[in-house]
């Protein structure tokens, strides 16, 4: 018996196989943000709209009553630390007690990999500097996601950063889910602003009377969010393009079908979520197809998850695991799942390209979201050919060190000349001229 989800499989022996591959490719990659192309120009000109008028607390009001259906004053944005208080004292022990295992498993990861705490942090050619104030979006659409908080958050303190503020739509009952809140506190942010989309991060980056201008924004978000950190980008810096999610898993005839259709559900109940599989076995291609059919109607969101499989979803067989590789590091997905076995180790140290790779049947992309140390903020899109996720690497900035004294320069003065010379640059040449000069 057919069914929809049918038309999710392509395959390797059909015809127009590798242009439905790019159109695949070219869909995914339309998901993350508002290009330039004649199909996005519409919305991106809208973003750009709405960051030319949002100047003042009024402006931020009235989109936020426009796109979230909440009517507040400036004087409601901020949170007041009463209510963070309380919603920390109100979430359920048991809840709290992970989320403070998860915060030690990111700090302890990040403080680990944090490029100033290294060796280079001691080379008198450079020095870090924490970013003073960073600007965090939460995305409050279809689920809240207090791990977002910890994810950006925890890296940032790492790395030293004093402010931070948050920003997340108000989406639960006219404020920010209490959860969120209460990790807002646990970490003890206390600026913290029931505002989202454009019309956030215009305020972030151009400040109004009630919200201050940040130095970077980061954090994960649909389309419009993604679209006007993309276009603020200059004014204040942007970790990448974090969102929608998407997850490729690559799996071979060792994967267990059922585990592979629960991580692809797993990211399109996101709702927009994109969630591919790349395998070389048509049969487990058949059954991953008849496990989706099962798992997806047993969903609290099942409609709208089945919509999005149709639309961001595919099962793709190809006749090789080489193939698989190359078309992977082309989709440079945001999570990488490698479900082949023994095999899989040495897959992934083919991959090239992707925000995070999960490695094994035991590692779903449900670990690293919420667990693993690693921040969840990743990049989407094709960005992960050249974005990285974040860290708290990405809340430091350096600056390069040089201190020579008379007798360095001397040495080098001739070379320093002829290379200033070949340029045409006169007065850089005499700069150094005029320092070897007696009596000058």
């Known amino acids: 018996m057919s069914h929809e989800l049918d038309k999710l499989l392509i395959s390797y022996e059909q015809p127009d196989f590798k242009e439905k591959l790019r159109k695949f490719l070219h869909s995914k990659a339309g998901l993350s943000h508002f290009g330039m192309g004649a199909p996005h120009i519409k919305n991106r000109r809208k973003v750009e ?8 607390d009024e402006d931020v009001a009235r989109y936020t009553e426009k796109f979230d259906g909440v009517k507040l004053t400036p004087d409601q944005f901020r949170i007041s630390h009463a209510d963070l208080e309380r919603a920390h004292k109100e979430i359920d022990a048991d809840l709290m ?8 498993n990111v700090r302890k990861y990040q403080e680990e990999i944090f490029i100033a705490n290294k060796k280079a942090n001691q080379h008198p050619g450079i020095k870090y500097t924490p970013i003073k104030r960073v600007g965090i979006c939460v995305p409050g659409g279809s689920a809240p996601l207090p791990s977002t908080v910890i994810m950006a958050a925890v890296p940032a303190q790492v790395a030293g950063v004093k402010e931070i503020a948050v920003v997340s739509p108000p989406r639960y009952e006219g404020s920010i889910h209490p959860v969120i809140l209460a990790v807002c506190h ?24 009630t919200i201050r201008q940040v130095d970077k924004i980061v954090g994960p978000g649909n389309q419009w969010v993604q679209t006007a950190k993309q276009l603020v980008f200059g004014t204040v810096g942007i970790d990448s393009i974090a969102g929608p999610s998407e997850v490729l898993i690559i799996a071979n005839d060792k994967a267990n079908p059922a585990w592979v259709a629960a991580d692809m559900l797993s990211q399109a109940e996101h709702a927009p979520g994109s969630a591919i599989v790349f395998t070389n076995s048509q049969q487990v291609a058949a059954k991953v197809l008849e496990e989706l059919e099962k798992q997806v109607e047993e969903l609290d969101r099942s409609t709208d998850t089945k919509q999005c ?6 099962i793709v067989v190809f006749d090789d695991m080489a193939e698989i590789v190359k078309w992977a590091n082309e989709f440079a997905p945001e ?7 023994q095999q899989s180790r040495k897959i992934a140290d083919r991959i090239e390209n992707a925000g995070a790779i999960f490695i094994g049947d035991y590692s779903p992309v449900a670990v690293g979201d919420y667990w693993a140390g690693p921040s969840h903020t990743l ?18 900035k350096s600056t390069s060190i040089i201190e020579y004294n008379r007798e360095m320069l001397a040495k080098s003065a001739e070379d320093i000349i002829r290379l200033a010379e070949s340029e045409g640059l006169d007065a850089h040449a005499k700069s150094v001229e005029i320092r070897q000069e007696p009596g000058r």
């Open 186 to 209: 646990e970490l003890g942010i206390d600026e913290v602003y029931r505002v989202g989309g454009a019309q956030a991060i215009a305020a972030l980056t151009f400040s109004t009377k």
């Open 309 to 314: 499989l149709l639309k961001y979803g595919g």
């Open 49 to 56: 709209k709405i960051l030319n008028e949002v100047v003042t």
């Open 97 to 104: 007690r992970s989320i403070r295992q998860a915060i030690k």
């Open 335 to 341: 999570h990488l799942e490698i479900q082949c076995g």
């Open 379 to 396: 990049p989407t899109g094709i960005s992960a050919k050249f974005s990285s996720a974040l860290s708290a690497n990405d809340f430091i």
